[in-house]
């Protein structure tokens, strides 16, 4: 387990071992998704999810 301090503008350090197992790079999108009381931290997928579309018009 990696620790990270929250820092006082409310950012995180990803540990490089971390950042390096998951192939994230300067400018890559992080999920965080809360699971039963606890952060999960996720590389995010690059798919539109439908919510993200909604109030969109179709022309």
Do not use: C, W, Y
């Not at 990270?4 to 790079?25: F, W, Y």
């Not at 606890?38 to 018009?57: C, F, S, T, Y």
């Amino acid at each position: 387990m990696k620790l990270s301090t929250i820092s006082s503008k409310g950012q995180i350090t990803v540990p490089k071992r971390i950042r390096d197992m998951l192939n994230l790079n300067e400018g890559d999108q992080i999920a965080f998704i809360l699971e039963n009381g606890n952060i999960v931290v996720r590389k995010a997928n690059v798919r539109i999810h439908i919510e993200d579309l909604e109030g969109l018009a179709i022309e």
